[in-house]
């Protein structure tokens, strides 16, 4: 059963672009970082365009980069990152707004500080794909979040 549930979120998710290829695609984000955060101008954009999902994880390293977070993904780690999963009601527009406040895009300073790409996210009982902001910078000034939570870093 769980097989043919998959098959169809996976049937559901490949969609073709105005060009006519193929591409996977999401109507589902994890979220790490300051986008938790309930006194954030866009956390309440997020929470009035989407739906908590469920907790997730994903393996590798969460760093401190001052103001925000940033986490890199690394199926080698034996750390994970930690955060919620949404699923967003109306993906393109909220995504077009995200992608601004992460810095990512071609119009945005390059190298993006943030790129966006299609992860499995673990959850208590599966595994989800979902849109993940991964920092795209060089980290070794940063300080290493060793918990893998911002808020419990941050509290």
Same mark, same amino acid.
């Not at 105005?18 to 591409?23: C, N, V």
């Not at 907790?55 to 080698?76: M, S, T, V």
């Not at 794909?129 to 980290?139: G, R, S, T």
């Given at each position: 059963?769980r097989?043919?549930?998959?098959?169809?979120?996976?049937?559901?998710s490949?969609?073709?672009?105005?060009?006519g290829?193929?591409?996977?695609?999401?109507?589902?984000?994890?979220?790490?970082?300051?986008?938790?955060?309930?006194?954030?101008?866009?956390?309440i954009?997020?929470?009035?365009? =989407?739906?908590?999902y469920?907790?997730?994880?994903?393996?590798?390293?969460?760093?401190?980069?001052?103001?925000?977070?940033?986490a890199?993904?690394?199926?080698?780690?034996?750390?994970?990152?930690? &955060?919620?999963i949404?699923?967003?009601?109306n993906?393109?527009?909220?995504?077009?707004?995200?992608d601004?406040?992460?810095?990512? &895009?071609?119009?945005?300073?390059?190298?993006?500080?943030?790129?966006?790409e299609?992860?499995?996210?673990?959850?208590?009982?599966?595994?989800i794909? =979902?849109w993940?902001?991964?920092y795209?910078?060089?980290?070794?000034?940063?300080?290493?979040?060793?918990?893998?939570?911002?808020?419990?870093?941050?509290?």
């Amino acid at each position: 059963m769980r097989r043919k549930i998959l098959r169809l979120y996976m049937i559901i998710s490949t969609t073709y672009n105005i060009f006519g290829s193929m591409e996977q695609t999401s109507n589902y984000l994890f979220v790490y970082g300051t986008l938790l955060d309930a006194d954030n101008e866009f956390a309440i954009y997020l929470n009035n365009n =989407c739906s908590f999902y469920a907790k997730g994880k994903f393996k590798g390293q969460l760093y401190d980069i001052d103001e925000y977070p940033g986490a890199i993904a690394d199926r080698n780690s034996t750390t994970y990152v930690y &955060g919620s999963i949404f699923l967003i009601h109306n993906p393109i527009p909220v995504l077009k707004q995200l992608d601004g406040y992460e810095g990512f &895009g071609d119009d945005q300073q390059q190298p993006n500080l943030f790129i966006r790409e299609l992860m499995a996210i673990e959850t208590m009982d599966s595994y989800i794909d =979902c849109w993940v902001y991964l920092y795209n910078l060089p980290v070794e000034e940063l300080v290493l979040i060793e918990s893998g939570d911002y808020l419990k870093y941050k509290s």
